[in-house]
């Protein structure tokens, strides 16, 4: 045979190929799918429009707010005492204001009738009425994002004992633990009190997350071992996360445009493993496990398609996105640790080897 002569793909090489694309493209269909899908979301939020909530709410300032420093101004003898020192300690400690305790009271009231007669519930300043605790808004998404984080928290060491230093992705996969943990802490924060500023932590921590996991799977896959080459890289990703923080923070906080670039890049991210697992699929036992990862994350993400009031006024869809991801997190860990057990006894991306294939 001559050596510009190919060999003749056989018949079970042809079939494997052809299932291999379509599982490609069954992947880039359900992902395109599933993204389309959670960036058409949106946040109606028509109970704060309502004349019976607007009645209550001012009426509750009146009577319990505006009283209160009516009656300080009244008095010249007595201190002056905030109307918000009249409400439970949780509750101060967590700056709930007075006007904040009305609208929530009211909310309640509301959605109480309306489930007694029957009516559907709304939402309320972008927000479903969920049962505080603490003074924390969402209970059941702040308990599910610490758990997130902690799972960060126990891959660290992990990741540490099991990574040998002279592996070149072992700071990148570090860097994910601190991103992640860094992520869930914030997310837990706005959870816990939605304000302006905790609603930017979390969504710019998210959103940087999701531009590190492309970072450095783009350095996984295609081996980038160059220390220059992967600054390069990091450059390209940060100047449009940057760019992308910019537009949200000066411009215009636009919810629709930050879930379709932040879906995006995603479902680059999610493809990217996908592709790498059917190109190492015979070669790697364990190659399979991206591809699975990945479906479930992007399935557990469209939950909030669902979009339903909360049952007992505690779980919604998005908290259930967030109690999905916990147990995702370990089994990432899982494959990375499994794919650089593979990648460091055959010497691939060891640093002073010379087997960089």
């Given at each position: 045979?001559s050596?510009?002569?190919?060999?003749t793909?056989?018949?079970?090489?042809?079939?494997?190929?052809?299932?291999?694309?379509?599982?490609?493209?069954?992947?880039?269909?359900?992902?395109?799918?599933l993204?389309?899908?959670?960036?058409?979301l949106t946040?109606?939020?028509?109970g704060?429009?309502?004349g019976e909530?607007?009645?209550?709410?001012?009426?509750?300032n009146?009577?319990?707010?505006?009283?209160?420093?009516?009656n300080?101004?009244?008095?010249?003898?007595?201190p002056?005492?905030?109307p918000?020192?009249?409400?439970?300690?949780?509750?101060?400690?967590?700056?709930w204001t007075?006007?904040?305790?009305?609208?929530y009271?009211?909310?309640?009231?509301i959605?109480?009738?309306a489930?007694?007669?029957?009516?559907?519930?709304?939402q309320y300043h972008?927000k479903?009425?969920?049962?505080?605790?603490?003074?924390?808004?969402?209970p059941a998404s702040?308990?599910?994002s610490?758990?997130?984080g902690?799972?960060?928290?126990?891959?660290?060491?992990?990741?540490?004992?099991?990574?040998p230093e002279?592996?070149?992705m072992?700071?990148?996969?570090?860097?994910?633990?601190?991103v992640?943990?860094?992520?869930?802490?914030?997310?837990?924060?706005?959870?816990?009190?939605?304000?302006?500023?905790?609603?930017?932590?979390?969504y710019?921590?998210?959103?940087?997350?999701?531009?590190?996991g492309?970072?450095?799977?783009?350095?996984?896959?295609?081996?980038?071992?160059n220390i220059?080459?992967?600054m390069?890289w990091?450059?390209?990703?940060?100047?449009p996360?940057?760019?992308h923080?910019?537009?949200?923070?000066?411009?215009?906080?636009?919810?629709g445009?930050?879930?379709?670039?932040?879906?995006t890049?995603g479902?680059?991210?999610?493809?990217?493993?996908?592709?790498?697992?059917?190109?190492?699929?015979r070669e790697?036992p364990?190659?399979?496990e991206?591809?699975?990862?990945?479906?479930?994350?992007?399935?557990?993400m469209?939950?909030?398609?669902l979009d339903?009031?909360?049952?007992w006024?505690?779980?919604?869809a998005?908290?259930?996105?967030?109690?999905?991801?916990?147990?995702?997190?370990?089994i990432?860990?899982?494959?990375?640790?499994?794919?650089?057990?593979w990648?460091?006894?055959n010497?691939?991306?060891?640093?002073?080897?010379s087997?960089?294939?």
């Amino acid at each position: 045979m001559s050596a510009h002569t190919r060999p003749t793909p056989t018949k079970d090489t042809r079939s494997s190929s052809r299932r291999a694309t379509r599982t490609f493209v069954a992947a880039i269909t359900l992902t395109i799918a599933l993204v389309a899908c959670c960036a058409s979301l949106t946040s109606a939020s028509s109970g704060d429009r309502q004349g019976e909530y607007i009645s209550c709410v001012n009426t509750c300032n009146t009577e319990s707010c505006q009283s209160s420093n009516d009656n300080n101004n009244n008095s010249n003898k007595e201190p002056f005492t905030p109307p918000e020192h009249n409400l439970d300690l949780s509750l101060r400690l967590t700056k709930w204001t007075c006007i904040d305790n009305c609208r929530y009271l009211c909310m309640h009231s509301i959605t109480e009738n309306a489930i007694q007669q029957n009516q559907p519930v709304h939402q309320y300043h972008g927000k479903w009425p969920f049962h505080r605790l603490l003074g924390m808004q969402e209970p059941a998404s702040v308990l599910f994002s610490f758990l997130n984080g902690y799972m960060h928290v126990l891959a660290w060491p992990r990741l540490k004992g099991a990574i040998p230093e002279n592996y070149y992705m072992r700071p990148f996969y570090l860097g994910y633990a601190i991103v992640g943990v860094n992520t869930w802490l914030w997310s837990a924060v706005y959870h816990s009190r939605d304000w302006p500023s905790t609603e930017k932590l979390d969504y710019f921590s998210a959103g940087t997350a999701i531009m590190y996991g492309l970072f450095y799977t783009v350095i996984r896959i295609t081996r980038m071992v160059n220390i220059r080459a992967q600054m390069v890289w990091g450059i390209v990703c940060l100047i449009p996360l940057l760019l992308h923080i910019g537009y949200l923070s000066f411009v215009h906080f636009d919810y629709g445009y930050n879930m379709a670039a932040t879906a995006t890049i995603g479902g680059i991210h999610n493809l990217l493993w996908i592709g790498w697992s059917i190109t190492n699929w015979r070669e790697r036992p364990y190659a399979w496990e991206p591809t699975v990862s990945a479906i479930l994350i992007t399935s557990a993400m469209c939950l909030e398609i669902l979009d339903f009031a909360p049952l007992w006024g505690i779980l919604d869809a998005h908290s259930l996105w967030h109690a999905a991801t916990i147990v995702l997190v370990p089994i990432w860990y899982r494959f990375l640790l499994k794919d650089t057990e593979w990648e460091v006894r055959n010497i691939k991306g060891v640093l002073g080897s010379s087997h960089r294939d």
